[in-house]
């Protein structure tokens, strides 16, 4: 299997790309991060410098997480055309292209993106007779596209729903 995937034309007259990650990146990563997952910590009532500091080392637990539970993943960076706006890591393995994580900028949210990405990652997973699994804690509202898109919840893990798209 070859990652990442391609994305719709129609995405690349756009100027959406798909990159991997670099060293340039951690700034962007941390703002999605912290835009994704504030709320969550906001009703502690920390100064904003405070919450930032530890959101960032939040954010570094979730890199190492990923990094052991999913060693040789594509960490990829969606662009737009004015820089990044978005991420999308996936871990390739016999049978089955794992989405490990798919988060957009607020502003590039409810477009059609993330249900292109989530097509480009179907039509690889098709292409190499597998198939394609995720996790989402229940209550998201990503849930509902994924299930609109042929996901099927196969587990509950604690809060999280085990899902896969068969084809």
């Known amino acids: 299997m070859t990652l990442p995937p391609a994305l719709p034309e129609e995405w690349a007259r756009r100027g959406v790309g798909l990159r991997p990650e670099d060293d340039g990146d951690g700034p962007f990563l941390l703002d999605l991060f912290a835009a994704a997952r504030g709320s969550e910590f906001a009703a502690l009532g920390w100064p904003a410098p405070v919450l930032r500091q530890f959101l960032a080392g939040q954010q570094q637990l979730q890199v190492l997480h990923y990094a052991a539970a999913y060693p040789g993943a594509f960490r990829g960076i969606v662009t737009g055309p004015e820089g990044p706006v978005g991420r999308l890591y996936l871990s390739a393995r016999p049978g089955d292209i794992r989405i490990v994580d798919i988060a957009l900028a607020a502003q590039w949210q409810g477009r059609g993106l993330g249900k292109a990405l989530?097509?480009?990652?179907q039509a690889m997973a098709a292409a190499a007779g597998a198939t394609a699994?995720?996790?989402v804690m229940a209550g998201n509202p990503a849930h509902d596209l994924y299930r609109r898109l042929g996901f099927v919840t196969m587990a509950e893990n604690g809060p999280a729903?085990?899902?896969?798209?068969?084809?």
């Open 161 to 167: 729903l085990e899902m896969r798209w068969t084809g």
């Open 133 to 135: 699994s995720l996790s």
């Open 118 to 121: 989530l097509r480009a990652v």
